[in-house]
């Protein structure tokens, strides 16, 4: 089996009411349902990730693609939002299969990055395509949960903005006020990068520079990797495990 398909799950949600129930949930614009994929995250009420995926129509109901790891807790937390709403939440045995070369029938373009290509959920899951998807993700400079994302995480600061995860003009939804106010009113400190590396440096390892920390590596494809950094102590010499760390760009 794919390796890819063990790691995520997909909840069906059903009901006459499943779309604006997601729309006061969720951090993007469920309208955006009728034109393919749609990234979205579900936040605290302070802003914060509890979890990333992907929403796609199913006719009248909705497939949300997640991480294995998250469906228990958000189908809970969904749950708990529902209150007297018409909507059902279901898991489902249904798989994810992606890709980058051609898109088999029923396969939708990835919304965060065209170079990421396609994702498709069926019956079973399809053979990896050899990908790089490490190097992919590097390239692209797309967070990953458990990688880069995490419940620490803001959208902002992760580059939901510019990965097509977050609408500013769809009104209100949990976590929306902060989020708001990071966009408007302050300037980011701190941020998703990609930076070099010369030497050994594992994924996890703490960044410093001048002996302070300014960060953490993230994922690694040779000598280039995912950062997440505080940008006022970032961009001089920087130090991972035995590796010396440049600063390339910021997103």
Same mark, same amino acid.
């Not at 509890?50 to 109901?61: K, R, V």
């Given at each position: 089996?794919?390796?890819?398909?063990?790691?995520?799950?997909?909840?069906?949600?059903?009901?006459?009411?499943?779309?604006?129930?997601?729309?006061?949930?969720?951090?993007?614009?469920?309208?955006?349902?009728?034109?393919?994929?749609?990234?979205?995250?579900?936040?605290?009420?302070?802003?914060?990730?509890?979890?990333?995926?992907?929403?796609?129509?199913?006719?009248?109901?909705?497939?949300?693609?997640?991480?294995?790891?998250?469906?228990?807790?958000?189908?809970?937390?969904?749950?708990?939002?529902?209150?007297?709403?018409?909507?059902?939440?279901?898991?489902?045995?249904?798989? #994810?299969?992606?890709?980058?070369?051609? +898109?088999? $029938?029923? @396969? %939708? !373009?990835?919304? =965060?990055?065209? &170079?990421? /290509?396609?994702?498709?959920?069926?019956?079973?899951?399809?053979?990896?395509?050899?990908?790089?998807?490490?190097?992919?993700?590097?390239?692209?400079?797309?967070?990953?949960?458990?990688?880069?994302?995490?419940?620490?995480?803001?959208?902002?600061?992760?580059?939901?903005?510019?990965?097509?995860?977050?609408?500013?003009?769809?009104?209100?939804?949990?976590?929306?006020?902060?989020?708001?106010?990071?966009?408007?009113?302050?300037?980011?400190?701190?941020?998703?990068?990609?930076?070099?590396?010369?030497?050994?440096?594992?994924?996890?390892?703490?960044?410093?520079?001048?002996?302070?920390? #300014?960060?953490?590596?993230?994922?690694? +494809?040779? $000598?280039? @990797? %995912? !950062?997440?950094? =505080?940008?006022? &102590?970032? /961009?001089?010499?920087?130090?991972?495990?035995?590796?010396?760390?440049?600063?390339?760009?910021?997103?």
């Amino acid at each position: 089996m794919d390796t890819y398909a063990v790691k995520r799950r997909v909840l069906r949600l059903a009901g006459g009411d499943v779309r604006d129930f997601l729309q006061g949930l969720v951090s993007n614009d469920v309208a955006r349902l009728d034109r393919g994929l749609v990234y979205a995250a579900m936040l605290t009420p302070q802003g914060k990730l509890i979890a990333d995926f992907f929403l796609q129509a199913d006719g009248a109901e909705v497939l949300m693609d997640l991480p294995a790891d998250q469906t228990a807790g958000l189908a809970r937390r969904l749950a708990m939002y529902k209150l007297r709403a018409a909507v059902t939440i279901a898991e489902t045995d249904l798989a #994810v299969s992606r890709g980058t070369g051609a +898109a088999p $029938d029923g @396969a %939708l !373009a990835d919304p =965060r990055d065209a &170079r990421l /290509g396609w994702r498709l959920i069926g019956p079973e899951a399809l053979a990896e395509d050899g990908t790089d998807w490490d190097a992919l993700h590097v390239e692209t400079m797309v967070p990953r949960w458990g990688r880069e994302l995490g419940p620490d995480s803001y959208l902002l600061e992760m580059g939901f903005e510019r990965l097509s995860g977050v609408d500013f003009r769809k009104g209100c939804y949990v976590g929306q006020e902060v989020t708001a106010r990071m966009k408007h009113k302050t300037e980011l400190r701190k941020g998703l990068a990609q930076v070099q590396l010369d030497g050994a440096a594992a994924e996890g390892s703490e960044i410093t520079a001048g002996g302070k920390p #300014v960060g953490v590596l993230g994922t690694r +494809a040779g $000598d280039r @990797a %995912l !950062a997440y950094l =505080r940008f006022d &102590r970032a /961009g001089g010499e920087m130090q991972a495990g035995a590796a010396r760390v440049t600063l390339l760009s910021t997103g």
